[in-house]
């Protein structure tokens, strides 16, 4: 009795958690194998592995592949470069610390769509963007961000949305550290970049695999950022496996390629979050 009736108090939740997951997966997968577009109703014949050979043979996919991993692994490098920077940069007592790092945090609160406008029209305008005038200040013809660089410009965009993260975590370790030992590293002779060297970085190692783990994990699903300001174009040159999937789904109405690409997703996904743990579980023993 003891033991199940926790067990039945948990269950109600349990099942309702279940069936939020399983539910819409399955749904999916069910779609991923049937033919089901919009522009056609009516019977959905099976189609078995039809569509998941059209998402990967389409001509943007392994473009969208390339563009996915770049906008990972550019916004980890930026946040987590600069977070350190930052985090060291704020970590020491100065006159308005507080306001600074409020000041450092509050970009992470700012929703994706706002985000992407906010860039678009008041930074990267070619004409009335900050951007710009700060190019015609020096003499230069200012840069069409979404034109000319538009992978970049989503980069920029998404790590500045980031940065606070992986600055937030930092400033939090750094807390932690040992000062003491920082002391006496000091009044031993070691300079600030031995410090930084043997003390500081071994003691970001944890948070590090932290950030690098929940940033790769929700980079893969990044779509407002493109949707809003570049449209996957020109070409397919932003286009990323999430704008791919909505591009096939509700812009050349196939539901069931779209589904199978989505599936394709959440593999890659698990893949690369059962990758990572294990990392992080080896970092942390």
Same mark, same amino acid.
């Given at each position: ?54 998402? *990967?043979? =389409? ?15 550019? *916004?980890? *490098? +930026?946040?987590? *470069? ?23 945090? $509050?970009? @992470? ?17 070619? &004409? ?11 003499? /230069?013809?200012? +840069? ?21 993260? /992986? ?8 807390? $932690?550290? =040992? ?16 410090? @930084? ?7 970001? /190692? %944890? ?10 994990? @929700? ?33 050349? #109405? ?16 698990? &893949?690369?979050?059962? #990758?990572?743990? %294990? ?7």
């Amino acid at each position: 009795m003891n033991r199940f009736l926790p067990r039945a108090l948990m269950a109600p939740a349990v099942v309702t958690l279940i069936l939020w997951m399983i539910v819409p997966l399955a749904m999916t997968i069910y779609f991923s194998l049937v033919t089901y577009n919009l522009m056609q109703p009516g019977d959905h014949p099976f189609a078995g592995l039809d569509n998941f050979h059209y998402f *990967v043979t =389409d001509p943007d996919f392994w473009a969208s592949v390339a563009n996915t991993l770049n906008l990972i692994g550019s *916004v980890i *490098v +930026i946040t987590v *470069v600069f977070g350190v920077l930052l985090a060291l940069l704020v970590n020491e007592p100065f006159p308005g610390r507080g306001i600074v790092r409020v000041l450092l945090i $509050s970009p @992470f609160f700012v929703m994706p769509a706002v985000n992407a406008l906010l860039w678009k029209h008041m930074m990267m305008n070619p &004409i009335y963007g900050v951007l710009a005038d700060v190019w015609r200040a020096f003499g /230069a013809e200012p +840069i069409d961000w979404m034109t000319d660089v538009p992978l970049l410009s989503v980069i920029i965009m998404v790590a500045w949305q980031w940065l606070p993260f /992986a600055c937030l975590i930092f400033i939090t370790s750094l807390q $932690s550290l =040992d000062r003491e030992q920082m002391e006496a590293a000091r009044m031993d002779g070691a300079g600030a970049f031995q410090r @930084f060297y043997y003390l500081i970085l071994p003691h970001l /190692a %944890r948070p590090m695999a932290v950030v690098i783990m929940i940033e790769m994990i @929700f980079l893969l699903s990044v779509f407002a950022e493109i949707a809003i300001t570049t449209n996957g174009g020109p070409g397919n040159e932003s286009t990323n496996l999430t704008y791919l999937i909505f591009k096939q789904s509700l812009m050349n #109405f196939d539901v069931g390629v779209a589904s199978a690409g989505a599936l394709f997703a959440v593999v890659l996904a698990n &893949i690369v979050a059962a #990758f990572l743990i %294990r990392i992080i579980g080896k970092s942390l023993d």
